[in-house]
């Protein structure tokens, strides 16, 4: 998935999620510590060239994922502060 393709995603949500209640729900959210314990561990096989395929393409899932969160998060935030007047 490219960086265009994720842009217009996040264009959609952002139509559709940015009530301020919203906003506040989409900054809370976080990988769970066993997800984030699962990337480590993939991104430690990456680097010491122990990656299977499989492993790679899950580890390309998380990336992407994270991506399209923290853009979420970023135009969760504009938001927020566009509420607040500043």
């Known amino acids: 998935m ?18 301020p209640d919203a906003a506040q729900a ?9 997800l984030e314990d699962r990337m480590r561990e993939l991104m430690e096989k990456n680097n010491q060239g122990k990656i299977t395929p499989d492993e790679q393409a899950e580890m390309e899932a998380y990336r992407r994922t994270g991506s399209f969160l923290a853009i979420l998060q970023a135009k969760a935030r504009i938001r927020l502060k566009q509420d607040n007047g500043q």
């Open 2 to 19: 490219n960086a265009v393709v994720v842009q217009h995603e996040s264009s959609v949500f952002e139509r559709l999620l940015m009530s």
């Open 26 to 34: 989409i900054l809370s959210l976080r990988f769970p510590a066993d």
